[in-house]
T-cell receptor, first 117, second 113 residues
């Protein structure tokens, strides 16, 4: 069974600085998707960025980028120029492309990010 | 607003009562998912529809839980004989086939007293 592990329950960053959130996963599949979702307090889950396993190039979305290390099964999120609005729970998620895991997301437990002004 | 909507946003019920939640996905999305999220945890998958067909169910979905998606549009999640352990946020998400990008609704927070 696939698992997703986020080893940092909480992180803090100074406004305008850079922070990296860690995520590792376990799977026997070779083809899959990885995602980072953001969940602000009392607000809905928002997709931040996605990575397809067959693509070697790391995904980037404005201030958000990932470091995808397929062999190490590592998928970290880097937030550059942190803003107060980045404060939220961040969830790493996995989705297989075939078989019984196709479709549903498997989430980690999340990392709570605080941004200090 | 063309995002995923869920109703009600909050539901308080007494143990033993039945509750039903509704999810309206993004109109062009044919896939619909239900998740449950408890405090301090990531969402856990419950079930998944492609159009009107329920294609996958988690072992978390006990026989007290039932989900439907008639006509492949909105979906309902019913919990019968609620228990205190059912207290959680119930999230709905939708996606287009082939994209694997799921868009979430605001959730329904259930409190069982």
């Amino acid at each position: 069974a696939q698992t997703v592990t986020q080893s940092q329950p909480e992180m803090s960053v100074q406004e305008a600085e850079t922070v990296t959130l860690s995520c590792t996963y376990d799977t026997s599949e070779s083809d899959y998707y990885l995602f980072w979702y953001k969940q602000p307090p009392s607000r809905q889950m928002i997709l931040v960025i996605r990575q397809e396993a067959y693509k070697q190039q790391n995904a980037t979305e404005n201030r958000f980028s990932v470091n995808f290390q397929k062999a190490a099964k590592s998928f970290s999120l880097k937030i550059s120029d942190s803003q107060l609005g980045d404060a939220a729970m961040y969830f790493c998620a996995y989705s297989g492309r075939r078989g019984g895991s196709q479709g549903n997301l498997i989430f980690g437990k999340g990392t709570k990010l605080s941004v200090k002004p | 607003d063309t995002g995923v909507s869920q109703n009600p946003r909050h539901k308080i019920t007494k143990r033993g009562q039945n509750v039903t939640f509704r999810c309206d996905p993004i109109s062009e999305h044919n896939r619909l998912y239900w998740y449950r999220q408890t405090l301090g945890q990531g969402p856990e998958f419950l079930t998944y529809f492609q159009n009107e067909a329920q294609l996958e169910k988690s072992r978390l979905l006990s026989d007290r839980f039932s989900a439907e998606r008639p006509k492949g549009s909105f979906s309902t999640l019913e919990i019968q004989r609620t228990e205190q352990g059912d207290s959680a946020m119930y999230l709905c998400a939708s996606s287009s086939a082939g994209t694997h990008e799921q868009y979430f609704g605001p959730g329904t927070r259930l409190t069982v007293t």
